[in-house]
């Protein structure tokens, strides 16, 4: 090959390769920018807010009404992000940025200490912990963000958490080790109160959405009395819940799927 050839054979290649990086980084923008809607309606709507004050206002009267088993100490179990405190900020910056999630930016996230409290959460918290109750923060944060939670939370008010029962995530997202072990050590837990079906027990770890949705209409009787669920259209489960190993995808498998499944009128 002369050396016209070569160069030529060489831009060709930089063209192509920014090409499909500059594919990529449109695909990335769309899947964020679907979640405009989303984050505006969380951060700005009357809706949500009534929806998160419904959510305590029942887990309180649930809490109230729920007797634990003779000689069982009354529990509460909630999950954090999305569910006591708000993490929209970051979300809206990786709409801004026109970055995905990763687990480095979550963590200088949470290392500002930036959360705020969902409208309700704070009462409804220091509620059960001065009314007989205990309280559990049982989160898939990581362990090495304890210190950064735990001050985040003090300074928007919660009470009772501290290293025995704000319960983060050292191996398994799965929390039910960790429900385990607040029963284990004596506790009946008579509320769970979370934005994620997982938030409730295995059932629906690593489920899909069809197998997610039959665990909801097998135990409908539960919601509002033992699951207390907060409205989270940011992220969850349940996205990933749309397709076989979801996470994996790229971006444009990904709209692809979140396309696939809509379930559109066909009379147009
Ligand atoms: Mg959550």
Request: aromatic share 10%; charged share 20%.
């Amino acid at each position: 090959m002369n050396k016209v050839s070569l160069c030529t054979t060489s831009a060709l290649i930089m063209l192509a390769l920014s090409g499909c990086a500059q594919q990529k980084t449109d695909a990335q923008q769309k899947l964020n920018d679907q979640s405009v809607m989303a984050l505006n309606w969380f951060q700005q709507s009357g809706e949500y807010q009534a929806l998160t004050y419904q959510a305590f206002n029942t887990a309180k009267m649930a809490f109230d009404q729920a007797q634990p088993l003779a000689g069982q100490k009354k529990a509460v179990v909630v999950d954090l992000d999305e569910t006591m405190l708000d993490n929209s900020a970051y979300s809206a910056w990786q709409v801004k940025a026109n970055k995905p999630f990763d687990s480095k930016t979550w963590s200088e996230w949470t290392a500002a200490r930036q959360a705020t409290a969902i409208p309700g959460a704070v009462e409804f918290a220091n509620y059960v912990n001065s009314h007989g109750g205990t309280m559990f923060y049982v989160s898939n944060r990581k362990t090495s963000e304890y210190a950064a939670t735990l001050d985040n939370m003090n300074r928007l008010g919660f009470t009772g958490a501290n290293d025995q029962t704000m319960l983060l995530s050292s191996d398994t997202s799965n929390k039910q080790v960790r429900f385990d072990s607040i029963k284990a050590a004596g506790y009946h837990i008579v509320l769970f109160v979370g934005d994620n079906l997982n938030d409730f027990g295995a059932a629906t770890y690593h489920k899909d959405n069809a197998q997610r949705r039959a665990f909801v209409n097998q135990n409908h009787q539960q919601f509002g009395t033992q699951y207390i669920v907060l409205p989270n259209p940011l992220y969850g489960d349940w996205e990933s819940g749309l397709a076989k190993d979801y996470n994996k995808l790229t971006p444009e498998q990904k709209l692809s799927v979140r396309d696939q499944n809509l379930k559109a009128w066909s009379g147009k």
